[in-house]
């Protein structure tokens, strides 16, 4: 499980398992025309001053407060009479509730006994495809020039006061945190602010040549503290609350994609229902309800007011997610927009505000609430801006944007922080230099992240201090690093362990310069390091985010005997700069040591073999690669990727220089890769990756491409997962990795499984490749042989003219966590010890 989401969970945990309980009022029931007695959906359901619910398409609702003082419950619909009822609080009520046609002024309101809903003559659906039909002029991309100025804010807050908590020993210090709560917004709830982030910036839009650029003036945020990555957290929160354009037919919220009410196949997914009809400013318009046809799919529902002056437009749209959808931790989803009519007759939006609250279960007393607002002031229309403007790049963050002072926030705020908001910089900057919330932060990365800091020196990773494997039976490690309390420019990093099979120490040592005087493990990266190791590896291993050594790794099927032991000495700089473009260039000598099953056997003219002790290389490197618009969230140990629309390319070269420091091989390696994820609506995503490599050169197959296999019991997704360790290698290949992620669109129309909210997930690798003659060991008797088993059998080939391929079928989401694959080997079934199936698993994170 990566950083980020340990974190998430951690912090929902820390909110909901300690709560305070509360007396809850609980109110549910249907509503339905008293006349025909169908059900009524979309009626307004709520405490008398306080927010509420909206029945469901069947009329059904569910409310509940924890206020006692809330004990009158209003029902409200546009063309009927509003009924309210006195309950007693602190009870489990059922209301059934039969609503009365009211007569409006001006409005004819026509109710019949529904039949089977249908689209077609159906003038709600007719509405939808005429504001369709006008979607691309009602953008903003429509006009040549836009220009306007954004406001946007995020906060966090834990729902409901954790008083039981933080009467525990641990967090008694912490009790000054009570005192800032606000129980206004959300009725029945008391709000604890702990993370606040606002940014002002000028928006400048150009149609023709294409240009969006934003000029950040200003920035200011909660600091949580050294032991959280404080950027990640801001780039994770801006990819899960992203912009909402409610014209575009699908919207990124929590990594999903949800299918607009008014996209292009609305009507497909969505039912339809005029609801009223009112004027405003001498405009006529229409209030639509919509609902999803599944409601656990991922879908709104709620209602819009679309204009009847010919435009069509947007003029206000409220929005939500339906409690069955198949989304996890996320128990209210709420959207709001609202639209202004410019001098030219059209709408632009002017706020948008999202609200989500998280929690481990539906029942939960509290969680987490976060809160998106972006608001809109200023619009200036088709009057181009100077031309040096548009020009550079898209993103020009001003200098000390983060060092105004409070009078430039007072005046250039489009709406002013609450009492409670405002107070929420000032406990958090408290919070973060206490000596007990230092403490108990250290501990939590310990448990979390496996590092414990000891000022100038963290040690870790602890899941690498014990394994085992073959070859050095019990291993034991210990290291760690040091940070920047030591200093900002120079780092060092290092680590000894012993194999109580092997008998001998392994050890690391690293140095780096950071040129940029910011931490090495911080965006945007500028260093020089220098490194030596000795230690175990098996041939063509390449993990992600994670530890080679880590213990839960040490576990594998089959025959896992195939290792090496490295000594390796080498210096690397990296640089990143402009739209997340690095590149690296390095030295890398390095001497391989065969162990295990693995012997480097080269024939003799007369027959027979000499065993060779060791190869030695030494390579030259450049690497480049380009991921426009990357998120990420920096851990301990990896950079850990926030995937978006946009692909990720990476290419490099390696040259292997012969009489250079020993190196004993001439030969040249390009390899190059993309990554895309694709978005398929309703349909899920797909995750997909060609990676494609060729060595020039005579050389023997260990440095040739050893192509990634997976003897673990864990999935993992860059690597083959019924291939075993070392048991192909090409000097010529591509590959094709395709992972298909159904999001639940089959499980959610099976009723018995739809409740499980499990999610479907589909894969197919393809490897293809070949060697050529004078470096295969089958033409050219004077290369290294391939290794063999204890009857003299090879376990290690080539790809000979027929691609290697798996697929497998998979559920995920089960409890929320955990995804199961079955996986089917699909081709080179004669080779000796392949598995055919296998069941792996994996802990998967997701909303």
């Not at 080997?825 to 069941?839: A, F, Q, T």
């Amino acid at each position: 499980m990566r950083l980020k989401e340990v974190w998430f969970l951690f912090l929902l945990a820390f909110t909901t398992t300690l709560l305070q309980a509360q007396p809850v009022t609980t109110v549910t029931g249907v509503i339905r025309d008293a006349s025909t007695g169908s059900p009524l959906p979309f009626v307004s359901v709520y405490f008398k001053g306080a927010k509420g619910v909206i029945s469901g398409e069947n009329g059904s609702y569910s409310l509940s407060t924890t206020n006692p003082k809330l004990t009158v419950i209003t029902f409200s619909y546009g063309g009927y009479k509003t009924v309210e009822r006195t309950i007693q609080s602190g009870k489990e009520h059922e209301l059934n509730i039969e609503l009365e046609l009211s007569e409006m002024s001006g409005v004819t309101v026509r109710n019949t006994k529904r039949g089977k809903y249908s689209n077609r003559n159906n003038p709600a659906v007719d509405l939808i495809r005429l504001i369709v039909e006008h979607k691309k002029e009602n953008r903003i991309s429509a006009y040549d020039y836009v220009e306007y100025q954004q406001y946007e804010k995020m906060e966090l807050s834990l729902t409901n006061k954790p008083e039981k908590l933080l009467k525990n020993k641990l967090f008694k210090n912490f009790q000054f945190l009570l005192d800032n709560s606000d129980s206004s917004k959300i009725e029945g709830k008391a709000l604890l602010p702990i993370y606040l982030e606002e940014e002002l910036s000028q928006k400048y839009f150009r149609k023709d040549p294409s240009k969006e650029k934003t000029y950040v003036l200003a920035k200011k945020k909660v600091n949580l503290g050294e032991f959280i990555d404080n950027d990640g957290i801001s780039r994770y929160l801006s990819s899960m609350y992203a912009d909402i354009d409610i014209y575009q037919n699908n919207i990124g919220i929590l990594g999903n994609q949800f299918l607009s009410p008014i996209a292009d196949g609305a009507p497909t997914f969505y039912r339809f229902y005029i609801r009223d009809t009112v004027e405003l400013d001498g405009i006529k318009l229409i209030q639509l309800a919509f609902t999803p046809r599944n409601l656990n799919d991922l879908l709104f529902r709620g209602s819009l007011f679309v204009t009847l002056d010919g435009n069509y437009a947007v003029q206000k749209i409220s929005m939500a997610v339906s409690k069955n959808a198949n989304l996890n931790w996320s128990r209210e989803l709420r959207i709001n927009q609202d639209f202004e009519r410019g001098p030219d007759g059209r709408y632009h939006v002017i706020m948008s505000n999202m609200l989500s609250e998280f929690a481990l279960s539906k029942k939960a007393d509290g969680g987490i609430l976060g809160e998106r607002t972006v608001s809109f002031k200023n619009f200036t229309i088709n009057q181009p801006a100077a031309d040096s403007v548009y020009q550079g790049r898209d993103l020009i963050v001003a200098k000390n944007t983060t060092q105004l002072n409070d009078s430039f926030w007072l005046t250039n705020r489009h709406k002013p922080l609450s009492e409670t908001e405002s107070t929420v910089y000032t406990n958090m900057d408290s919070l973060v230099k206490m000596k007990s919330y230092r403490r108990l932060m250290d501990w939590a990365t310990l448990l979390l992240a496996g590092y414990k800091s000891f000022g100038i020196y963290e040690v870790g990773p602890v899941n690498a201090f014990y394994s085992f494997n073959p070859v050095e039976g019990f291993r034991l490690r210990a290291g760690g690093r040091t940070t920047t309390k030591l200093s900002p420019n120079l780092y060092f990093e290092n680590y000894v362990a012993y194999g109580f099979k092997d008998k001998k120490w392994k050890y690391y040592l690293s140095g780096t310069y950071s040129f940029n005087h910011k931490s090495i493990y911080s965006f945007p990266l500028n260093y020089l390091r220098l490194s030596y190791q000795y230690d175990t590896k098996i041939p063509g291993q390449e993990l992600q985010f994670v530890a080679e050594d880590n213990f839960l790794l040490s576990f594998k099927r089959g025959d896992n005997n195939k290792w090496l032991y490295n000594r390796i000495a080498r210096a690397d700089y990296v640089r990143e700069f402009g739209k997340n473009i690095s590149y690296e260039f390095g030295f890398k000598r390095w001497e391989q040591i065969p162990a295990g099953n693995i012997i480097y056997d080269q024939p003799k003219p007369g027959g027979g073999f000499d065993t060779i002790p060791s190869l030695t290389t030494s390579e030259l490197s450049a690497e480049i690669r380009w991921a426009p618009n990357e998120q990420f969230y920096q851990g301990k140990n990896y950079r850990i990727p926030i995937f978006n629309k946009y692909p990720i390319f990476r290419a490099r070269f390696i040259a292997g220089v012969k009489g250079m420091l020993g190196g004993q091989y001439n030969y040249q390696n390009i390899t190059t890769s993309a990554f895309k994820r694709f978005y398929l609506s309703q349909f899920g995503f797909a995750d997909v990756v060609v990676e494609g490599g060729y060595t020039f050169g005579k050389v023997p197959y260990p440095l040739l491409n050893i192509h990634r296999a997976n003897q673990s019991y864990s999935y993992q997704f860059y690597s083959f997962n019924m291939m075993n360790f070392m048991e192909f290698v090409s000097d010529r290949y591509v590959s094709v990795n395709t992972e298909y992620y159904f999001n639940g669109f089959i499980f959610n129309k099976i009723p018995l499984l739809k409740k499980l909210k499990l999610r479907e997930v589909a894969s197919f690798k393809f490897l293809y490749g070949g060697m050529r003659d004078e470096n295969d060991p089958k033409s050219n008797p004077n290369t290294l042989r391939f290794p063999t088993d204890d009857l003299g059998n090879p376990t290690t080939f080539t790809l000979d003219g027929k691609p290697y391929m798996e697929a497998s079928v998979g559920i995920g989401n089960i409890f929320k966590l955990l995804r199961l694959d079955v996986v089917r080997r699909l081709s080179y079934m004669e080779h000796p010890d392949v598995p055919k199936w296998g069941i792996r698993g994996r802990v998967r994170f997701e909303f």
